[in-house]
Nanobody
Framework: QVQLAESGGGLVHPGGSLRLSCVAS????????MGWYRQCPGKERELVAS???????MYADSVKGRFTISRDNAKNAIYLQMNSLKLEDTAIYYC???????????????WGQGTQVTVSS
């Protein structure tokens, strides 16, 4: 089993900043891609940002220049620094990790439980 623990959500005013963290633990041999997704009520979950094992990143157009994704391979962790937050960034944010399990090296894909980010004046 691979578990993801997220933290860092909360309430912030427009223009403010938040930093989300996600740490993977369990039977992990290797991690490939890591990413952040978000979901607003009544909408489908969307990719916000992702980062490969080699450090290549991609961002949704709506967050480019404001959000930065990073990872710490030694800690099996990813982070999302969110600056200049807007009302429309309000959502539940989920981290997702995929890779190979220890011992069996079988593929896994795991999701975090989600953390609420609310941008409100």
């Amino acid at each position: 089993q691979v578990q993801l623990a997220e933290s860092g959500g909360g309430l912030v005013h427009p223009g403010g900043s938040l930093r989300l963290s996600c740490v993977a633990s369990g039977s992990i041999f290797s991690i490939n891609a890591m990413g952040w997704y978000r979901q607003c009520p009544g909408k489908e979950r969307e990719l916000v940002a992702s980062i490969t094992s080699g450090g290549s990143t991609m961002y949704a157009d709506s967050v480019k220049g404001r959000f930065t994704i990073s990872r710490d391979n030694a800690k099996n962790a990813i982070y999302l620094q969110m600056n200049s937050l807007k009302l429309e960034d309000t959502a539940i944010y989920y981290c997702k990790v995929d890779g190979r399990r220890r011992y069996t090296t079988s593929y896994f894909e795991s999701w975090g439980q989600g953390t609420q980010v609310t941008v409100s004046s």
